[in-house]
């Protein structure tokens, strides 16, 4: 018997519902308003229509062997490759959250771990979102970065924090100060303010950090919100700058950047995130791998969490320079 038109789309929705939102079979049922029988069913009857095919790509092979090569080449304690070839970009950035959240909340169950310190951008802001829901009573989450204006407050390293407390039921601080200022001369006015100074040295007593890594020129953040000028920008790339990390910039051979707007950032630097116990750092885009190389030659991070398509864009590099 033939699919009406109408059945072939409650299928449709139901199956979308069921493997790209993953809603389970009673809240998909709640939602379209029949039984969770008749989900179940429809399911079924969508995979035995074609509707839907399930295919295992079978790919940890490839993803281990990626893993192996950036391990060696930098001396990391973890790198883990999400396989996400030929699946859809924003599935694709839900398995790389979901990864991070994953590994990181291996870190807290060690009761050693009490402070956590958290950046900013839409890789971190995608994670919190996945971040499953356990409690941490004993933990403290702390932003690493000020304030990136008014626009897009939902990526801010506070707000972030806030939310990342929730989902651990803990406490949670706040930088109550922008990211960059307009002068060195305000960057030690605010630093030597108490809510500024207190919660910064605070920063740098973090058992755990969790980053971004960006490529201020490409795809970028900051200039998508207006944050820092075009004037900057041209100053960023004169100074020979190709990422930045919680909103450090530095070189290609890992150096911070001088004489550019780093010397007005309100943050925990680089330097500062070598001497934390682990720094994890999460990114994804083939285009950020010069930005992810400098960051593993300055030493900055403990581990790395990407997708498979920029992981294996970075090996490419990697052998091209041993060569």
């Known amino acids: 018997m033939l699919m009406t038109d109408e059945e072939k789309k409650f299928l449709l929705k139901i199956s979308r519902m069921y ?3 993953e809603l389970t079979q009673a809240e998909i049922a709640k ?9 179940s069913k429809g399911l079924q009857k969508a995979r035995s229509e074609g509707l839907v095919e399930i295919i295992i790509h079978d790919e940890a092979d490839q993803t281990i062997d990626l893993e192996q090569v950036i391990v060696n080449a930098f001396s990391l304690d973890d790198v883990i490759v999400v396989p996400t070839a030929e699946i859809p970009a924003e599935v694709a950035k839900s398995a790389v959250s979901k990864a991070v959240a994953a590994y990181a909340l291996k870190q807290l169950r060690d009761a050693s771990v009490g402070k956590l310190g958290i950046s900013w951008g839409t890789t971190l802001s995608s994670m919190v979102k996945e971040w499953p829901s356990e409690s941490h009573e004993h933990l403290k989450v702390i932003p690493l970065i000020g304030g990136m204006g008014s626009t897009r407050i939902e990526l801010h ?3 972030l924090a806030y939310e990342l407390s929730k989902k651990l039921n803990c406490s949670c601080e706040s930088l109550y100060a922008p990211a960059i200022v307009e002068s060195e001369n305000l960057r030690e006015l605010l630093l030597q303010t108490p809510t500024v100074s207190d919660l910064l040295e605070d920063a740098k007593k973090i058992d755990l950090a969790i980053v971004g890594i960006g490529n201020p020129f490409v795809d970028s953040t900051m200039k998508e919100i207006g944050y820092i000028g075009e004037e900057e920008f041209k100053s960023l790339k004169a100074a020979g700058v190709v990422g930045d990390i919680n909103s450090c910039f530095i070189c290609e051979d890992g150096s911070i950047a001088k004489n550019t707007i780093n010397e007005r950032v309100i943050g925990v630097n680089v330097e500062d995130l070598k001497r934390v116990e682990k720094v994890i750092a999460v990114v994804q885009g083939i ?6 190389l400098a960051t593993l030659r300055g030493g900055y991070v403990d581990a790395l969490i990407t997708d498979e398509q920029t992981a294996s864009a970075l090996v490419q590099k990697i052998k091209a320079a041993k060569k």
């Open 19 to 21: 493997y790209f939102d």
């Open 31 to 39: 939602k379209v308003g029949v039984s969770r029988p008749i989900i």
């Open 157 to 159: 390293s506070n707000q």
């Open 287 to 292: 285009h950020k791998v010069d930005s992810i």
